[in-house]
């Protein structure tokens, strides 16, 4: 009856006792017959499928009970008004005094037209929304199919198609790192993706020089520490103080590489920064530098040697990266040629994708902030993923626990944080609904135990699962 019906009436109920739902559809059904005559008899408009069945919400609370009535019907709408009014003649239900209001009549058609154009404005706008291209969106595609399609794999991570034949490679720490190179036509990146450096990139960076290009934070110092550790290093490149490979210009890249120095000297710069601070911490006049300063080996301002020293090209003349257009590096003479940047074969310069935080240096697995609490993402994925707790984590920038919850209530989880989160953790299978909420939040990146099947994929949301952070460790 539901799917036929054009009106719905709604009544109110109060009576003076204690009254149940088979009180009160006896005594619509008795005190109404015969008042309206045989053709709107309600027991025959049943019969005959014009009525539909009375629901009856009651409840009883200090002697009195109130409650709700609904009927539905296909009558029209005279006919529905006096049936309506023919309610409020009930004076009596069961043995108590009572009394029948009738608070609407609701026009069900009404109802659904209102459904139908709010449905129709929101596909309007979701489904036709940027469906026309202009012209530097179609070159901006165009250029970022031929940028993706020249990254290639190296046993299974993100490389440049440079990096099996050159001498010389550069290693970063994400996909995005690779792609960033490649729109600047540094052909022979490969990315390690994380502080758990697979042993295949150890193996290669015993065999070729090697330069790191790092992040300048303290996720790029643990990967240089861990690569170190199981490779050969033999220059050192990081981006500025607190910024990411992938979020910098060509001339940033460029300048980067051209003030590379060598593993050893990097450290003793390091440790020369860290002892001045420790010297400031003691009542020096010179103030310590910051954590992240420390951490990433930036210069520090009470060394006007060394950035003299970087600007006349003494610690540089390890050489540089060729442009695509053929200029060569600051000196020219490094014959290890660390950057391998195609300068004979010009490609089309492609450009970069937006920066996601799935490709900084906290997607890593690598030393803990406390005893408790993972400081990057590999680590949550394993307290979270691995170890089966069938949580839902929120993490931000600095991939920080925002909050956490069961892992079926991730998507009010995401909905309701305070702070707009950077990473979602999820131990269980992420659904259209949950990938959906975090792209209205901003969510740069989710890693999931599973995915599910998705009608859409928003282009802002990097979905990943725990699988690629875990196959690593076991590896290596």
């Known amino acids: 009856m539901q799917d036929t019906a054009k009106y719905l009436i709604h009544a109110d109920i ?19 017959e015969g008042l309206l005559g045989d053709e709107l008899e309600i027991r025959d408009l049943q019969e005959s499928s014009k009525v539909g069945r009375i629901d009856v919400e009651i409840a009883s609370e200090g002697g009195q009970s109130f409650g709700e009535l609904t009927i539905a019907t296909s009558l029209d709408k005279v006919e529905t008004a006096i049936l309506a009014a023919a309610l409020e003649t009930i004076d009596r239900i069961g043995p108590c005094r009572s009394l029948i209001e009738v608070r609407n009549i609701e026009d069900v058609r009404s109802a659904r037209r209102r459904e139908v154009v709010d449905r129709a404005k929101r596909l309007l706008r979701e489904s036709f929304d940027g469906a026309v291209m202009t012209s530097d969106e179609l070159i901006e595609e165009v250029r970022r199919s031929i940028r993706v399609e020249d990254i290639t794999e190296y046993e299974g991570y993100p490389a440049g198609p440079r990096v099996e034949e050159s001498d010389a490679v550069i290693v970063v720490e994400g996909r995005a790192d690779v792609l960033q190179l490649l729109k600047y036509g540094i052909k022979n990146a490969v990315a390690v993706e994380g ?16 330069t790191a290009f790092l992040d300048g934070d303290r996720g790029g110092d643990l990967i240089l520490k ?13 981006a500025p103080e607190g910024r990411s490979v992938e979020d910098l210009d060509r001339h940033e890249v460029m300048a980067a590489l051209r003030e590379k120095v060598t593993h050893e000297e990097f450290l003793e710069r390091r440790d020369a920064e860290t002892a001045e601070g420790l010297a400031a911490t003691d009542g020096s006049a010179v103030p310590a530098p910051d954590e992240g300063e420390s951490a990433t080996g930036t210069e520090s301002p009470t060394e006007p040697s060394a950035r003299e020293s970087a600007e006349d090209g003494t610690s540089t003349d390890a050489g540089e990266p060729a442009t695509d257009d053929g200029h060569g590096g600051a000196d020219g003479d490094d014959p290890s040629g660390t950057a391998d940047v195609d300068g004979t ?22 030393e803990p902030g406390s005893a408790d609490e993972p400081v990057t993402l590999g680590g949550h994925v394993r307290a979270v993923v691995e170890a089966g707790t069938g949580l839902a984590r929120l993490l931000d920038g600095e991939m920080a626990v925002i909050a956490e919850t069961d892992a079926g209530s991730a998507f009010d989880l995401v909905r309701d944080a305070e702070r707009a989160p950077t990473v979602l953790v999820l131990d269980g299978e992420l659904t259209q609904r949950v990938l959906d909420v975090c ?14 099947d998705f009608v859409k994929k928003p282009a802002g949301v990097r979905v990943r699962t725990a699988e690629r952070f875990l196959q690593p460790a076991d590896a290596g």
């Open 226 to 238: 861990e690569l170190a550790q199981v490779g050969d290093i033999d220059f050192v490149a990081t």
């Open 14 to 32: 109060t009576a003076d006792g204690v009254v149940e739902r088979n009180d009160v559809v006896g005594a619509v059904f008795g005190q109404t």
């Open 439 to 452: 792209a209205q939040r901003g969510v740069e990146q989710v890693v999931a135990r599973s995915e599910g």
């Open 195 to 210: 502080t758990d450096v697979p042993e295949a990139v150890a193996a290669l960076t015993r065999e070729k020089t090697v």
């Open 345 to 366: 074969e010009p490609d089309a310069e492609v450009d970069g994708e937006p920066a996601s935080a799935g490709d900084t240096p906290e997607e890593s697995d690598g």
